[in-house]
């Protein structure tokens, strides 16, 4: 049955049907177009699934049927269901002899089997065979296919006849070929690496559609290795200036641009290739420079150029002019309504302030704008800006902007993003410890554990190794109003577990160190803290040490220590903890206490986490004892693995290693427990404890173990000389090395950055002369935005520059509009004149300017084209009377006035060519007949109504037109 | 393209994803237009939804316009084109993309390149 629905169409186009579809198939489309919901959708779907298992395994179907049967597959993957029973039947099509067929089973074979399905290996025989076709549409579809689904191992199969390919007589097909070998060297470079002066030749290829192919797989091969390219600068820059002269055929025109694609390539691969080089560039400028003014700024495709302009001059060597035309163009886009335009405009700006800073100020209004636009896109679009330009004099304005977004959106990914951003950037410029504490504080409130605990490790070795190098004063305060805002942050309920990690690892190592404090407020504080977090082991085991801490200190200070009832009974506790860490915690804590003031004054020396841990692995100190118990008489030492019948043992080494390390409590390792991975945070662990961090391992830290259990023994813990052998500790921890020397190293490096944050001189000149500006240039700008500017822009515009720069851009815009106009030809300055008026209503979303939607060219050639084709669909009409389905057409609009015939010359009688249902050649101007068309989507219904199919009012959106 | 219920019409994918992965991720597309590490850009033409999804250093504005001579090009050969010409005739649409689009770069935009292989396939059968 022929698909009547299209009837008319394809009458006028001359080609009849070939896509052969029966009422079945109309059925299912209908209904899924019909569907209201997904659900209705996947039951359509499923029911569907069952009909085909049983259809397509019927013998002897027809190729046509088979051929939707396999569409039908491909809906069925297409809407998320599996449809891997018939995938085999897609292959078998391919081996099919008309053309039609075999490339529908060569699509379907694409999108159902990525390149390492087994069932790939049935076709590499039949593409080897396809590409020596005589029809150079099956070479095509072959070529399609081995895109798609030649792997690694497959390409020599294919190599030599691809190769071959690229001097075929027919452009389309030597197209294909240079796509296949980009696809080669995309999947496996060495495969093709002997084969590479092929692109170069391509790019000279006469037909300009294989020359734009071409600069696809010359892109990638330049982003690899640019200096094996710098001859090519020439060549593209010939090419590029012959497009933007009209060179190439009309074509490639698209919407009155030369061959716009083509030439953003081109400006891609310019910008790869003049990067850094001062000669590449030259070459460039006076062709970069002619493709900005001869843009089309008033068309979406022209300003996508101009775009790509903008990039190019910020990547190759600065040219002061182009860089003046940049701006330009983005002070342009930045003023556009179109959110699509200011989006671009802020991504440029973000690309020229890297060569040319001062121009952020010219826009830092426009930029405000965006970032208060409730256009969440664009708000992040400047994010970013804001993020590349800030400065020790911003850092405070931007980092706070940044955490009020953050704590305003939903999206745990870009949360954590923007998150991770406000630390980087406060660590890089923090103008002040205490806005540093207190930015860091907010950020760890309110984006919880979603921030990696790098940032907590990081923020406590911050506030352990101090920003100034030398300045203990600065340090102490730093610390002391890091303890201060925690005690006051503790009143908050949940707070995330990385946070109050690190608030307990600071109020135990400073909590008490500048005598604000006593013991008992912090150790209450503590208490707290591991009753309210009780079901979290990790912030109740830095609790406890951080309780042991600061009794530490205070026993070493020859203060009494009490121990307060809370606290107490938390240690009772934790004494009979299951977590044999908090356990040992416990104990530990309890010998503490026991231990005069000189014992804890050197097991726990106060302010001593950046102090390295030296251990003596090999336990030399106690050879003297060794040599004395041997001569006693005592058995020598044997390794166990030397040791008759303990093999069996062996499982349990890593667990009972720990009898071997003197003074550990080997019962609290009894029972191992797997789920407890304890990890010992980097750099910042204090020379005594042992901090479980149940996170994943970071690469960086897995260099750091200085690890040094704490002796809970009081008799060993008083020999100064015990060290503890660690290998047993090392392996439950799985910690492969210990290098001290690598914190030193990156406290260093950390100090140096931090440094570099301190200069924040500037600032205060910036801001003075920003608020004389603004008042006299601004004073229609609200007092907020003023502000917010003079703080964002810091060194804001002087103010006799800011008139100039106006004063440039609009003689400039307008020397733009002058230029731009002089090419064009009275034809189409017509059309530019006309094009409001044919913008249809609702075709664009967006909101770009109507006239990117205007039809496509006005130029002479088609026009006769839409009177020709207007007489035709006439005549053909005419001659549809008389053929023999023609009765039953007719009386199909027997009840609509709407004939095909009638609407051409309806069209005709209103001079403007119409895209009918009968026509069968677009036509270049989409007219004022352009707009939903109701009869159109009548004649449409009725075709698929007398078919048989349901009416179709559930959806009539199914028959809109999608360009009207 | 999706259309406004959010119901794919039409998926074709330039780096292979299993059916879970493409699931998730065309489940998520319509509220977000920076996507984790792609941008989507999208356009509206009558009911239909089209999306596309490139990575970082694509020019968005010419994507919309490619989406654009896209819904031209289709436009030109079915005529007046709507959603069910795209869903009775999925694989033409893809043989129009095939064309347009190979190994996720754009490799063709004249129309008439474009049409004529679809047109003779037709003719020829």
């Known amino acids: ?964 | 393209m999706v259309n406004k219920q959010g119901q794919t019409r039409l998926a074709q994918y330039y780096e292979w994803l299993t059916l879970e992965e493409r699931r998730a991720l065309e489940a998520e597309i319509c509220s977000f237009i920076e996507h984790r590490n792609y941008k989507i850009v999208y356009r509206r033409y009558a009911s239909l939804f089209f999306l596309v999804g490139v990575d970082n250093d694509e020019n968005e504005l010419a994507i919309l316009e490619f989406i654009h001579l896209m819904v031209e090009t289709m436009d030109r050969h079915f005529g007046n084109v709507c959603e069910l010409d795209i869903m009775f005739h999925l694989e033409k649409a893809h043989f129009m993309m095939e064309e347009m689009v190979m190994n996720g770069c754009i490799v063709e935009t004249s129309k008439a390149n474009i049409l004529t292989p679809v047109q003779l396939m037709e003719k020829a059968s």
């Open chain 1, 1 to 964: 049955m022929e698909q009547l629905r299209t009837f008319g169409r394809e009458l006028a186009m001359g080609s009849q049907g070939g896509f052969y579809q029966s009422k079945e198939f109309l059925d299912l489309v209908k209904s899924i177009g019909e569907a209201r919901s997904k659900a209705e959708e996947d039951r359509i779907v499923v029911n569907e699934i069952d009909t085909l298992k049983r259809r397509i395994a019927e013998p002897d179907i027809p190729k046509r049927k088979m051929k939707e049967y396999i569409i039908r597959l491909v809906y069925i993957e297409m809407l998320g269901h599996d449809a891997s029973f018939g995938y085999i039947h897609a292959v078998k099509m391919t081996h099919d002899d008309s053309l039609l067929v075999k490339r529908t089973g060569y699509l379907a074979v694409t999108l159902f089997l990525n390149e390492e399905h087994d069932l790939i290996i049935l076709i590499v025989n039949t593409i080897q065979k396809d590409l020596k076709s005589d029809n150079y549409l099956v070479v095509c579809a072959a070529l399609n296919a081995v895109c798609k689904l030649i792997n690694e191992e497959t390409i020599p199969a294919v190599l030599p006849q691809v190769v071959e390919l690229l001097a075929h007589p027919k452009e389309a097909v030597r197209k294909k070929a240079i796509m296949a070998l980009h696809c080669f060297y995309q999947k496996s470079p060495s495969s093709v690496s002997h084969l590479i002066s092929n692109f170069r030749k391509r790019l000279c290829d006469n037909d300009p559609g294989v020359m734009g192919a071409t600069l696809c797989p010359l892109f990638d091969l330049i982003t690899r290795d640019v200096n094996s390219y710098k001859d090519l600068v020439i060549s593209f820059v010939s090419i590029l200036k012959q497009v933007t002269e009209r060179r190439l055929s009309k074509a490639y025109d698209y919407h009155q641009m030369p061959a716009p694609f083509i030439q953003i390539k081109l400006l891609k691969i310019l910008a790869l290739l003049g990067s850094g080089d001062k000669q590449a560039s030259e070459n460039m400028y006076t062709v970069v420079g002619d493709v900005f003014r001869k843009c089309d700024f008033s068309s979406n495709i022209g300003n996508a150029v101009l775009y790509e302009c903008i990039c190019c001059v910020s990547s190759i060597y600065p040219n002061p002019k182009l860089l003046d035309s940049a701006a330009d163009i983005i002070s342009r886009f930045l003023k556009s309504d179109s959110h699509n335009l200011k989006y671009m405009g802020i991504d440029a700006l973000g690309r020229l302030i890297k060569i040319s800073p001062e121009i952020a100020e010219q826009h830092q209004l426009a930029v405000i704008d965006c970032l208060e636009d409730p256009d969440d896109t664009l708000k992040r679009k400047t994010f970013e800006l804001l993020y590349k330009m800030t400065k020790s004099t911003n850092v405070e304005v931007i980092v706070d902007r940044m955490i009020d977004y953050m704590i305003s959106i939903n999206d745990n990914h870009y949360k954590t993003e923007i998150a991770s951003r406000c630390v980087e950037l406060a660590e890089q410029f923090a103008p002040s410890n205490q806005w540093f504490i207190q930015a860091m504080n907010k950020v760890f409130e309110h984006t919880g554990d979603l921030v990696n605990i790098k940032v907590a490790h990081n923020l406590m070795r911050l506030i352990a190794e101090g920003f100034g190098e030398d300045d203990d004063n600065a340090d102490s305060k730093l610390r002391s109003s890091a303890v201060e805002s925690y005690l006051r942050i503790l009143g908050e309920p949940k707070l995330p577990s990385g946070f109050l990690q690190v608030i307990c690892w600071v109020l135990g190592e400073y909590g008490t160190a500048d005598g604000m404090f006593c013991a008992s407020d912090i150790t209450g504080k503590l208490c707290d803290v591991a009753e309210a977090y009780s079901s979290d082991d990790t912030v109740k085991a830095y609790a406890v040490t951080a309780l042991m801490k600061i009794y530490a200190f205070e026993i070493a200070a020859g203060r009494e220590v009490d121990m307060l009832t809370e606290c107490q009974s938390l240690m009772e506790e934790l004494l009979a903890s299951h977590s044999t860490d908090l356990q040992q915690r416990a104990y530990e804590l309890q010998g503490v206490i026991g231990l005069d003031a000189h014992a804890v004054e050197f097991i726990m020396p106060s302010d001593a986490s950046c102090e390295d841990i030296e251990v003596d692995k090999d336990l030399s100190f106690l050879d003297g004892y060794i040599q004395e118990a041997i001569e006693k008489g005592a058995q020598p030492y044997i390794p166990e693995s030397e040791r008759p019948g303990v093999l069996n043992m062996g499982n349990f080494r890593n667990q009972d290693h720990h009898e071997s390390s003197h003074g550990l409590r080997f019962e609290a390792y009894e029972l191992p427990k797997p789920a407890v991975q304890p990890r010992i945070p980097r750099a910042l662990l204090p020379s005594t404890e042992i901090v479980p961090v149940p996170e994943p391992v970071y690469p960086r830290e897995t260099y750091q173990t200085p690890v040094t259990p704490i002796p809970s023994n009081p008799s060993d813990a008083g020999s100064a000389e015990l060290k503890l052998r660690l290998d047993g500790v090392q392996k439950k921890w799985g910690r492969p090395t210990y290098t001290p020397e690598t914190s030193t190293s990156n406290s260093t490096s950390q100090k140096t950055v931090n440094g570099a944050a301190q200069v924040d001189g500037p600032s205060t000149v910036n801001s003075t002369r920003e608020t004389y500006a603004s008042r006299k240039l601004q004073v229609e700008i609200s007092h907020e935005k003023q502000k917010l500017a003079a703080s964002l822009f810091g060194g804001s515009s002087k103010p006799e520059k800011r008139p100039a720069t106006g004063h440039k851009v609009s003689k400039a815009s307008s020397h733009m509009l002058e230029k731009s106009h002089v090419p064009n030809s009275s034809m189409e300055v017509a059309s530019e004149k006309t094009a409001p008026a044919q913008t249809p209503p609702d075709l664009l979303d967006l909101g770009e300017p109507t006239s990117t939607s205007t039809a496509p060219s006005l130029d002479p050639f088609k026009q006769l084209e839409v009177l020709l084709d207007a007489t035709q669909d006439a005549s053909a009409a005419n001659s549809a009377t008389s053929a023999s389905r023609s009765p039953d057409v007719m009386a199909l609009y027997a009840d609509t006035p709407v004939g095909i015939h009638n609407k051409d010359e309806a069209d005709l009688l209103s001079g403007m060519s119409n895209m009918s249902g009968a026509t069968a050649r677009p036509q270049p101007t989409k007219g004022s007949s352009k707009g939903p068309n109701p009869k159109d989507s009548l004649e449409k219904d009725s075709l698929v109504r007398q078919m048989g199919v349901k009416p179709s009012s559930q959806n009539p959106n199914l028959f809109k037109d999608l360009l009207g």
